[in-house]
């Protein structure tokens, strides 16, 4: 695929929009995103990313998730595929990492047949862009170059019929240590990024992809981070302590970008009791056991994300889920108790217990985000650690082996071998994926 000839018209427009020479008049065009106060969102005016869709996954889905060494860290893809397993099980969705350290677009294009289409992905999240930037200044030459690799990237995933998430870079958080430079400040190197960034939504929309918008909410969550935390953590990294490599907290806000972008709308279920008629029912994938003497019995066979970690940290899902709407839009798993009598109660769930009014209750409480530790922390560790130890072999069954001696020897061979190897570390995920059976105490106190 030839890249648009609008593509290039926009590179040149686009610089402007990042802030490096003066907005011509083409620039009125588009529509910005809007900026928070902070003064470190001073030099960037990145256009405004599109809304997310309806539902990108389907029942059975294959999903690649494509990208550099920060998808090789698996941690956002481990989230990802966790979250696909246990919180929209009915989906069926099985997942395969294919990240590769220092790789660029370009890079992915050249081993992607090989690779990841013989396996035929019906859809897939791609995150290049960080070593395409080359740490440096923005350059038109750099950017055509880029947006050829990453369109073409796209066209293939599609020929071969799968959807694809187009996923911008993420954001630096200083000039990483083995550029060896002075030359470049984090600003530029952060303009640069958003740029970049700006290009892929246009890349997405002439593709007729999906956009994940990894940059700016990266960027916006890391100040956010320095600002809420610093007093405690004054090395609060959202991209990491050497600047590019996340830890928990960032990948977490990348993992909601992409979950975002698939169009999931985060409704994990809803336990409804009324207090009058002594009754409780449930949305589908939680059962009803019983509800007798204040207590609410129910068996389910979706879970809620559990979250981990210390709120200050940037190691940390906890403190990822502080600055994105995580629990809000993709985890929510509602109680709300109806015909209340008193003024408050106390509800506990799994050893914890919290106070709401009873207006509160009426209206809903989200459990996910009101009870870190829940009844199904135990069931969750379970799948998260089966889909860690099977993603960790997916990346020595490309890079060791595909790209190896086997391979060279028996390509067919090669394949056979490792994915005898890999099938049962899949089994186990769907294993371990089992219902929970918990309870709820719901007591007057007032």
């Known amino acids: 695929m030839k890249i648009h000839r609008r593509h290039l018209a926009l590179v040149a427009a686009w610089v402007a929009v990042a802030g490096l020479v003066p907005q011509p008049a083409f620039a009125k065009d588009f529509d910005y995103e809007p900026k928070p106060t902070n003064g470190c969102f001073a030099k960037f005016n990145p256009r405004r990313a599109p809304a997310p869709g309806p539902l990108l996954l389907q029942p059975g889905d294959r999903l690649a998730i494509i990208g ?80 050829e690799q990453y369109a073409q990237v796209t066209a293939n995933l599609q020929a071969g019929g799968a959807r694809v998430v187009v996923g911008s870079p993420g954001c630096v958080g200083k000039v990483p240590s083995w550029t060896h430079s002075s ?41 956010a981070g320095q600002t809420r935390y610093g007093t405690t953590n004054g090395s609060y990294m959202i991209s990491g302590q050497d600047g590019v490599h996340p830890g928990w907290a960032g990948h977490l806000v990348m993992a909601y970008a992409f979950l975002r972008a698939m169009g999931l709308d985060g409704d994990i279920g809803t336990l409804t009791v009324d207090l009058g008629a002594a009754s409780a029912t449930a949305t589908a994938g939680h059962t009803i056991e019983s509800f007798l003497d204040h207590t609410l019995t129910v068996v389910s066979a979706k879970y809620p994300f559990c979250l981990s970690g210390e709120a200050n940290s940037d190691n940390s899902l906890r403190s990822g889920a502080t600055l994105v709407p995580f629990n809000e839009e993709l985890n929510r798993f509602r109680l709300v108790v109806k015909n209340a009598t008193a003024a408050k109660y106390q509800v506990v769930w799994g050893g914890a217990t919290n106070s709401y009014t009873a207006a509160q209750l009426a209206g809903g409480v989200n459990l996910a985000a009101d009870y870190l530790e829940n009844p199904f922390g135990d069931a969750f560790k379970k799948v998260d650690e089966a889909v860690a130890a099977k993603q960790a072999y997916e990346t020595k069954q490309i890079k060791q082996v595909f790209h190896g001696p086997e391979a060279k020897a028996d390509m067919a061979k090669a394949v056979a071998d490792t994915e005898a190897v890999r099938g049962p570390l899949a089994a186990a995920i769907a294993a371990a994926m089992v219902p929970v059976r918990h309870s709820l105490v719901i007591q007057p106190t007032e």
């Not at 090989?114 to 995150?127: I, M, Y």
């Open 68 to 147: 550099d060494s920060i998808t090789e860290q698996k941690m956002y893809s481990r989230i990802l595929e966790t979250y696909l397993t246990v919180c929209v099980p009915e989906l069926k969705i099985t997942a395969r990492q294919f990240g590769w350290s220092g790789e660029t677009a370009a890079g992915f294009l050249h081993r992607m047949t090989n690779d990841c289409l013989r396996f035929k992905p019906t859809v897939a999240t791609l995150c290049y862009g960080m070593n395409d930037h080359h740490y440096r200044t923005f350059d038109e030459e750099n950017a055509r170059w880029y947006v």
């Open 183 to 223: 030359l470049y400040t984090l600003d530029e190197l952060n303009i640069n990024l958003c740029s970049l960034r700006d290009l892929d939504i246009e890349l997405a929309a002439n593709a007729h992809a999906a956009f994940a918008d990894v940059f700016w909410t990266m960027f916006k969550a890391g100040c």
